[in-house]
């Protein structure tokens, strides 16, 4: 007996959601949408987007307006151009925002009525970017003494080798809109210098885009660099990144610094966000 009730409070519980869920189905003014960022400017701090919702019921002369509420009360209006109950927004801007609350309504004869439609999440600068991991498989270090002075002992300094490149670049995976690399570079920084001592273009990067729309490049042999480090001074390694877009930002692949005793050590922590002339 037991049993029995069991089952039957199970299957009266489950048709008890299906119920509710044809009830709110038949509640919604629109059998689907779609909301997507289709372009965005970090300067002026907008996205675009691309809105279109299937009315359930219109009739010819229904027309609808999409509705956005960003995360600090504002909202902004477009008006939508409907053919056969499908009512769409293109071009539409609005501020980038954490979150965006999209609903529609729809007129006919005077009567509106409206509905929520989907909500789009991390809408900010930070996350238009691209995914970027890289680093060098092979570094080697040779000691060197140099008299720095003429009346100094002599110092040890490290002659420094990188080869064995690997990069990995892809669109980024918590957005909706992801731009394209137009400019791949590997530069190096010393100390805290703005302008890189050598830079190498890596154009494979920008072929294998063209081609599959990521970049998988491991323990490339091709690009090496050699330099000479002396006590007190860092070496930062970064791929330096341009997309379509006319954003620039680095990666660090790999960072060393020499101290005084001569010793090499690996900075930790490497922030996320370096730019040339950032102490590490």
């Not at 960022?37 to 027309?63: C, E, F, I, P, R």
């Not at 009525?113 to 991991?133: H, I, S």
């Not at 002599?154 to 690997?166: A, E, F, M, N, R």
Request: aromatic letters at 10%; hydrophobic letters at 35%; a negative charge.
């Amino acid at each position: 007996m037991y049993g029995i009730e069991s089952s039957v409070s199970g299957q009266i519980g489950a048709l008890a959601g299906q119920i509710r869920d044809l009830l709110d189905e038949d509640s919604n003014l629109f059998a689907v949408s779609q909301a997507r960022v289709t372009d965005y400017d970090l300067a002026a701090g907008t996205v675009t987007l691309q809105v279109s919702a299937q009315a359930k019921s219109w009739q010819d002369n229904t027309t609808a307006l999409f509705t956005a509420l960003l995360s600090d009360g504002r909202q902004f209006s477009a008006e939508a151009s409907g053919k056969n109950g499908t009512f769409t927004a293109q071009n539409w801007t609005l501020p980038m925002d954490q979150e965006i609350l999209l609903s529609a309504s729809l007129t006919t004869d005077g009567v509106t009525a409206a509905d929520q439609l989907e909500t789009l999440y991390d809408c900010l600068p930070g996350n238009f970017r691209l995914d970027v991991w890289g680093g060098f498989s092979q570094t080697d270090w040779a000691n060197q003494w140099r008299d720095f002075q003429s009346d100094s002992w002599p110092q040890t300094s490290k002659k420094l080798t990188l080869g064995g490149l690997s990069l990995s670049i892809s669109h980024g995976g918590n957005t909706y809109f992801s731009p394209s690399p137009s400019q791949v570079e590997i530069c190096f920084y010393r100390n805290q210098e703005t302008v890189p001592e050598s830079s190498v273009p890596v154009p494979e990067a920008l072929e294998l885009w063209a081609e599959a729309g990521f970049v998988e490049m491991y323990n490339w042999t091709d690009y090496t660099f050699t330099c000479e480090l002396l006590p007190g001074e860092t070496l930062t390694a970064a791929v330096c990144i341009t997309d379509d877009h006319g954003q620039t930002t680095w990666t660090i692949l790999c960072a060393y610094r020499l101290d005084q005793s001569g010793n090499v050590q690996t900075p930790q922590d490497l922030p996320a966000d370096w730019q040339p002339g950032d102490l590490l």
